[in-house]
């Protein structure tokens, strides 16, 4: 590597590692913005312009963070317009310098694969905690979901997203790549697919193992390699087995999915996989059934434009007192689904134009490119926004605005 690229592969690797502790918080905004300023900075003016002329896609991302603007000012909360603004800033300031790099493939395989193994080394340092806080597996509701990653002061969700990216990239190198050491790379998937499991996010493991069976039957049906492809789905179904018999309180997560009715005026507890699930709780699944109605609702009444960033809560709350909806109003949860977020705060204007810049032309270039790689990982991020409001926490939005440019950054205009 030369020197300018040794430089952005160290600020690359500091600011990922800051992501997995939001304690650090100072070194976070000091390695964001150290790796912003210096990936602006990173080429000519002239190559800068080229580039934001080629990739289409940043031209849209930059036109959706306008409109978000426009909402936070339109807002009559204008405080907390601002509010919301904040964490939304990464969908600027990454795509305005990592998504205006133009990297070599190489280079950029090399920091995915070196995120990968960050991954891996911080949900070793979780599962030791875990492990030390069950008094080895006397207590073992330490080992999992968000008690997991208590460690880390992070969300399992995202975490277990973190998980997914690795378990693409590594399993890319294994089978495309002539790499040193992908004799390490087997056991990492393995201990990966036993985290996500942990982690117990319902979305994205069904993702990763939708993924899973769809590339075992490739491998099946299109490349007539019978043996691996059998031995892909036959081993990740006996992995899971394994998985739940030794931990089983991670299936109370998907048993919640049988109990999808609900009353809004019904007062009773909140499911937690640690505990028996019964019909009478508010579940991550009745209680997503109840919000993305109201949210409907409330952009069924303003399509266009929508009720504006900054006021999108005090709606929000308005349209849970209106129904009765004493465990939304106790909880002042959101609705949990970035779609609808976007969607009746921001109206069909917002949402189309983020569609487009942050989902569909992405794809589009990703795949003008046959890059199977960045398209599961797009794909994975669209998947994910449909349970969780990615935008209103900050790390949500750093992973979206420095991913899905920097997965683009080797995109190239094909020379006649």
């Known amino acids: 590597m030369a020197r300018k690229e040794k430089i952005l592969f160290i600020l690359i690797l500091f600011f990922l590692t800051t992501l997995f502790l939001p304690w650090l918080k100072l070194a976070n905004i000091i390695a964001a913005s150290l790796l912003s300023i210096y990936a602006f900075f990173f080429h000519s003016w002239k190559d800068k312009w080229q580039l934001l002329k080629e990739r289409k896609y940043l031209q849209w991302m930059f036109l959706f963070f306008i409109v978000v603007v426009i909402s936070v000012f339109l807002s009559s909360n ?40 960050l ?39 995202y975490i277990s997203l973190l998980v997914n990216f690795s378990i693409y990239i590594f399993t890319y190198h294994i089978i495309y790549r002539t790499t040193k050491n992908k004799i390490w790379m087997f056991p990492a998937v393995v201990f990966l697919f036993a985290m996500s499991y942990l ?35 036959v081993g990740l179904l006996l992995g899971v087995f394994m998985i739940f018999k030794f931990f089983p309180k991670t299936f109370n997560r998907y048993k919640e999915l049988t109990y999808t009715q609900f009353d809004y ?8 996989y640690n505990m028996e699930v019964t019909k009478d709780q508010w579940n991550g699944a009745n209680f997503r059934m109840a919000a993305w109605k109201c ?30 909806f004493q465990f939304g109003l106790q909880t002042q949860k959101n609705v949990h689904n970035n779609y609808l977020d976007i969607l009746y705060s921001m109206g069909i204007i917002g949402l189309t134009v983020f569609l487009i810049g942050w989902i569909i032309l992405p794809l589009v270039y ?51």
């Open 78 to 117: 204008f405080e907390n317009g601002l509010r919301y603004l904040d964490p939304r800033l990464a969908l600027i300031y990454f795509p305005v310098s990592i998504g205006l790099l133009k990297l070599e493939k190489e280079f950029k395989l090399k920091i995915l694969l070196a995120f990968a193994w």
């Open 119 to 157: 991954t891996c080394c911080v949900m070793l340092l979780c599962l030791s905690r875990g492990i030390y806080r069950s008094d080895f597996f006397k207590r073992p509701e330490f080992l999992y979901n968000d008690s997991l990653t208590e460690i880390l002061g992070q969300q399992s969700i």
């Open 199 to 233: 982690l117990a996010s319902r979305n994205l493991m069904l993702v990763l193992y939708a993924i899973t069976i769809g590339f075992a039957f490739y491998y099946i049906f299109k490349q007539k390699k019978y043996l691996e492809g059998t031995t892909l789905i």
């Open 265 to 272: 005026q019904h007062i009773g507890k909140e499911s937690h």
């Open 295 to 324: 949210g409907w609702e409330i952009f069924l009444s303003n399509p266009i434009k929508g009720v504006d960033i900054g006021d999108k809560q005090d709606v929000l709350m308005e349209k849970y007192r209106e129904k009765n």
């Open 366 to 416: 990703a795949s003008r490119y046959k890059d199977g790689l960045s398209i599961l990982i797009i794909l994975t991020f669209a998947a994910a926004w449909i349970t969780e409001i990615y935008f209103d926490r900050s790390l949500g939005g750093m992973l979206t605005g420095f991913f899905i440019p920097f997965l683009l950054t080797d995109k190239k205009k094909q020379t006649r």
